[in-house]
T-cell receptor, first 113, second 112 residues
Framework: ETAVFQTPNYHVTQVGNEVSFNCKQT?????MYWYKQDSKKLLKIMFS???????VNETVPRRFSPQSSDKAHLNLRIKSVEPEDSAVYLC????????????FGPGTRLTVL | QEKVQQSPESLIVPEGAMVSLNCSFS?????SIWWYQQHPGKGPKALI?????GNKKEGRLTVYLNRASLHVSLHIKDSQPSDSAVYLC????????????FGLGTRVSVFP
């Protein structure tokens, strides 16, 4: 049963365009994450958000920015996409504290031409 | 920075066989080790986690953790074609906000 929803499923765009991906979780969790899964299938953490506060910002390019309206939503905006941004972007959520399980959405596949 | 390495890269087994996956990690302070399953076009789904040295069994899954050797293994008994997927090992530290550090995964194919 899906409890972390992502839109769109996939997006094709050209270099220099701006894109935005949406994520919503219905689990009541306090913490949400964005991961990037590259062509080798390696998942790397990009951001985590807790109660609308950015907790961790890994060394991602400044053109990436997370946006949150409430604890159930965490969107990802890319200001000016580059070819190396082509990847699957996965959203996840978890309860705050400890080492609780993270629940992932199905991902958004971005292709930059 | 934490590193997670998995072996083998891929595995092909007949239905009913035992599947054995390995994972090594670099930081002995890692809190928990997770195994996730990822089917094509889907997000990862947590299968089982372990914190303490020793083993843990849930259904067909058994996980073994040896902190001294920084090694964890996952064993899937009586494998089914539906077990065909990529299996990801992930470690977390004290700070949940750091997210999980993943390995590259092992692709498992179970043929009927």
């Amino acid at each position: 049963e899906t409890a972390v929803f992502q839109t769109p499923n996939y997006h094709v765009t050209q270099v220099g365009n701006e894109v935005s991906f949406n994520c919503k979780q219905t689990l009541g969790h306090d913490t949400m994450y964005w991961y990037k899964q590259d062509s080798k299938k390696l998942l790397k953490i990009m951001f985590s958000y807790n109660n609308k506060q950015l907790i961790v910002n890994e060394t991602v390019p400044r053109r990436f920015s997370p946006q949150s309206s409430d604890k159930a939503h965490l969107n990802l905006r890319i200001k000016s996409v580059e070819p190396e941004d082509s990847a699957v972007y996965l959203c996840a959520s978890s309860p705050t504290g400890g080492v609780a399980e993270q629940f992932f959405g199905p991902g958004t596949r971005l292709t930059v031409l | 920075q934490e590193k997670v390495q998995q072996s083998p890269e891929s595995l092909i087994v007949p239905e009913g066989a035992m599947v054995s996956l390995n994972c090594s990690f670099s930081d002995s302070a890692s809190q928990s080790i997770w195994w996730y399953q990822q089917h094509p076009g889907k997000g990862p789904k947590a299968l089982i986690s372990i914190f303490s040295n020793g083993n843990k069994k849930e259904g067909r899954l058994t996980v073994y953790l040896n902190r001294a050797s920084l090694h964890v293994s996952l064993h899937i008994k009586d494998s089914q074609p539906s077990d065909s997927a990529v299996y990801l090992c992930a470690v977390s530290d004290n700070n949940y906000a750091q997210g999980l550090t993943f390995g590259l995964g092992t692709r498992v194919s179970v043929f009927p």
